[in-house]
């Protein structure tokens, strides 16, 4: 009997080490999750950052700095071009 019974007490112990790691790895997927959900929500405000100095710079209402010029320039740039090729589509 003591084979068995040592057996079984270790199969527990083993079982209870799997749930204990399960729980950890599920714990730490659920903060990847809620670190990416962040990551993106902070990328979509500087998005939304962006557009809206963009528009007041384009507006006359800011002053930006020259070191930003260049990228305004580029949407410009960009903006030109998808004009172009939406007039061609029609």
């Known amino acids: 009997m003591g084979f068995i019974d040592d057996f079984n007490r270790k199969a527990n112990e083993a079982a209870k080490k799997v749930g204990e790691k399960s729980e950890e790895l599920i714990e730490s997927g659920k903060i990847r999750i809620e670190i990416e959900k962040a990551e993106l929500k902070l990328g979509r405000i500087y998005k939304e950052l962006g557009n809206k100095l963009y528009i007041l710079y384009k507006e006359g209402e800011i002053a930006v700095d020259e070191r930003l010029i260049e990228h305004c320039n580029k949407i410009d740039d960009l903006k030109e ?10």
């Not at 071009?81 to 029609?90: H, V, Y």
């Open 81 to 90: 071009k998808i004009e172009d090729l939406e007039s061609k589509k029609a």
